[in-house]
């Protein structure tokens, strides 16, 4: 067998692989981009539900919502204040990252 030949075959070899992968690889790049897709929807319905049950309140108590302490889900004396439940959010937060990082690191 001449070296021609030898060649050809394996490049005929090569690009018949080649092609053989390249339908998977389009099969996993178009699940991949319905995922991405799938799951930005999934955000921005979730934002929309959110911001849709939420505006109600932020137009009543306006910034007051954010530095308000008090909770009162009276029908007719509703008030509502976050600050107590962004404070603990944010603690336990804090704790759990003190905790981690030196169990990450080390």
Do not use: C, Q
């Amino acid at each position: 067998m001449n070296s021609k030949n030898h060649r050809a075959e394996v490049v005929h070899l090569i690009r018949s692989k080649s092609n053989k992968y390249k339908s998977g690889d389009k099969v996993f790049k178009s699940l991949v981009v319905g995922a991405s897709i799938y799951s930005l929807f999934m955000v921005f319905l979730v934002l929309f539900a959110l911001s849709e049950g939420s505006i109600p309140v932020l137009l009543k108590e306006g910034f007051y919502f954010f530095i308000g302490t008090d909770w009162n889900a009276v029908e007719g004396r509703e008030s509502f204040g976050a600050l107590p439940y962004i404070v603990g959010t944010l603690a336990s937060s804090a704790i759990a990252i003190v905790i981690a990082v030196p169990i990450s690191i080390g």
